[in-house]
C-alpha cells in the first residue's frame, strides 16, 4: 500500500458526460501528479499541484481541469467525455518538489460507453 | 526533448531464468532514474532508483545501474519467480528545478511460466 488513494476504483459513464476523480496524497505530501494511462498513448504526465497551486503542466486537454484542496486532496475533472477518454487515471505523490521519489495510487479506470 | 525507451515485450521466461529489460534514455544533463512495477490490476510502484552516474539501484533480487556513457539503465535479475510477472516502466526525472516530472517508458511486460 502506497498510502496514496484514489476513488472511486471504476467508472463507468456516457460521451458528453463530466466527472470527478478524486486523489488523497499520502500523509505529508505537498506535491500531487496526475497521468493517464491509455493503451496508444501509454502513461503520460497531466499536470502537478504543490501545496495547492498548479506547478506544471503535461499533455492535458483543455476538457480536463484539476485542483488541490487545502487539506491537499485533489480532484481531476473530465469534461465532455469521448471514447478516447477511456484510460486509467493515476494520482501520485512526493514530499516536496526537489524529491526524487514520487508514490502511486492504485488509479480510476475510466470507461466511456 | 526528453524521453525513454524500452524493449518491447512480452518478455517471456521460466521460472529461475535470468532477466534483462533493456533501456535507454535521451536527456540534458544527469537525471534521475527509476524502474517502476504494475501488478495485473494495481498501481504503479517503485522498484528502484539511481540519482547519479555509475549509481546502483538495487531491490527484491531486481539490479540496474546508471551508464552515462550509453545513457541506459538496464534492469536484471538473476532468477526469476512467477510472481515477477507485471508490466515493468522505466522512467526518469528531468533535471531541472521548480517541477518534478517523471517520463515513462512504453513499459515491458514480463510473463514468468513455472
Known amino acids: 500500500d502506497s498510502g496514496v488513494t484514489q476513488t472511486p476504483k471504476h467508472l463507468i459513464t456516457a460521451t458528453g458526460q463530466r466527472v470527478t476523480l478524486r486523489c488523497s496524497p499520502r500523509?505529508?505530501?505537498?506535491?500531487v501528479y496526475w497521468y493517464q494511462q491509455s493503451l496508444d498513448q501509454g502513461l503520460q504526465f497531466l499536470i502537478q499541484?504543490?501545496?495547492?497551486?498548479?506547478?506544471a503542466k503535461g499533455n492535458i486537454l483543455e476538457r480536463f481541469s484539476a485542483q488541490q484542496f487545502p487539506d491537499l486532496h485533489s480532484e481531476l475533472n473530465l469534461s465532455s467525455l469521448e471514447l478516447g477518454d477511456s484510460a486509467l487515471y493515476f494520482c501520485?505523490?512526493?514530499?516536496?518538489?526537489?524529491?526524487?521519489?514520487?508514490?502511486f495510487g492504485q488509479g480510476t479506470r475510466l470507461t466511456v460507453v | 526533448g526528453d524521453s525513454v525507451t524500452q524493449m518491447e515485450g512480452p518478455v517471456t521466461l521460466s521460472e529461475e531464468a535470468f532477466l534483462t529489460i533493456n533501456c535507454t534514455y535521451t536527456?540534458?544533463?544527469?537525471?534521475?532514474l527509476f524502474w517502476y512495477v504494475q501488478y495485473p490490476g494495481e498501481g504503479l510502484q517503485l522498484l528502484l532508483k539511481a540519482t547519479k552516474a555509475d549509481d546502483k539501484g538495487s531491490n527484491k533480487g531486481f539490479e540496474a545501474t546508471y551508464r552515462k556513457e550509453t545513457t541506459s539503465f538496464h534492469l536484471e535479475k538473476g532468477s526469476v519467480q512467477v510472481s515477477d510477472s507485471a508490466v515493468y516502466f522505466c522512467a526518469l526525472r528531468p533535471m531541472n528545478t521548480g517541477f518534478q516530472k517523471l517520463v515513462f517508458g512504453t513499459g515491458t511486460r514480463l510473463l514468468v511460466s513455472p
Open positions: 500523509s505529508g505530501d505537498l506535491s
Open positions: 536527456a540534458t544533463g544527469y537525471p534521475s
Open positions: 501520485a505523490s512526493s514530499v516536496a518538489l526537489g524529491r526524487t521519489e514520487a508514490f
Open positions: 499541484y504543490y501545496n495547492g497551486e498548479e506547478r
